[in-house]
């Protein structure tokens, strides 16, 4: 997953999905608008790639966002937090839709943090080619 800030203050971000099966995977980009960020668009691209995820499927989520994978844990148990604590979190309207289709889709989730820049193969992709997605 790779955001990409424009001058106009949209905020891009991509993933995909990697199988053993011909033809299975998936790409995906798309667009923020209103206050983007960085973090911003790694949490949508989390929530849109677990929206395409089978039922009871294990994901590992590979990511160069520590911010991310710290939000992720940080706000699994939003119900039992204070409004005040709960509105101190980044992205906090779209964590619980991120968590619900957890629930939802029994998912298994893992995170894998990527070092930037380190010769990983699918993050140098797509740190290679976010023009084509502006």
Known sequence: MVPILQTQQIM????????????ANITYN????LF??????????????LLTAP??????IYTDSQAAIDAF???SN???ISPRRY???NNNILWPSIHQTIKTLQLTIRFHKVKAHS??????????????YR
Do not use: R, V, Y
Not at 36 to 49: D, G, V
Not at 55 to 60: A, L, P
């Open 30 to 33: 798309g667009s923020l608008e």
């Open 87 to 89: 509105n101190k979190i």
């Open 73 to 75: 844990h940080k706000s």
């Open 36 to 49: 983007p960020s960085s973090t911003k668009a790694e949490t949508m691209a989390i929530l849109t790639a």
């Open 119 to 132: 010769n990983d193969t699918f993050n140098d992709i797509a740190d290679a080619h976010p023009s084509q």
């Open 12 to 23: 891009n971000f991509l993933w995909w999905t990697t199988s053993n099966l011909p033809g």
């Open 78 to 80: 939003l119900s039992s």
């Open 55 to 60: 039922t009871n499927g294990n994901i590992i």
